[in-house]
């Protein structure tokens, strides 16, 4: 995945190695639940989240490097929230997390999800309404 600007790759097996933290998808950046729900959680939340554990907390969405900086942007995500860009839908593919979105949005895009990782190795896995930062919160406190 790239944060910022093709090319800046992340390696997101690198980012969790020997941390705990979150990973959450989001369908489209800059779409109304996604905007108004799903992201601002996580940035609300961001201290509460790190004080249990959460060394990084990463927000992917099949979008390009340039529209996921300027959401994080518009989202006032830096230092809380790294935005990265599963432009090739690569990332998505490779967790079998596919969604078809070409009606709404054009694309193949990514379900709602998100993932407590620790060390690599995914422990808890939420879906859809199990995917917003109260969720992630209750299971690193676990």
């Given at each position: 995945v790239d944060e910022g600007?093709?090319?800046e790759t992340v390696n997101v097996r690198e980012l969790f190695k020997g941390?705990?933290?979150?990973?959450?998808?989001?369908p489209g950046a800059f779409t109304p639940t996604c905007s108004e729900k799903h992201l601002p959680g996580f940035l609300d939340g961001a201290e509460e989240l790190k004080a249990a554990g959460a060394e990084v907390i990463a927000c992917v969405s099949v979008n390009?490097?340039?529209v996921m900086a300027a959401w994080g942007k518009d989202q006032n995500a830096e230092g809380k929230v790294r935005m990265l860009a599963d432009t090739k839908c690569e990332l998505t593919k490779a967790l079998d997390m596919e969604?078809?979105?070409t009606g709404k949005?054009?694309?193949i895009r990514s379900?709602?999800?998100a993932m407590l990782v620790d060390d690599g190795k995914i422990t808890k896995l939420g879906m859809d309404d199990d995917s917003f930062a109260p969720s992630m919160l209750a299971a690193l406190k676990a």
């Open positions: 600007k093709p090319g941390k705990k933290g979150i990973l959450f998808a989001v390009d490097p340039f969604l078809d979105a949005l054009g694309s379900k709602r999800y």
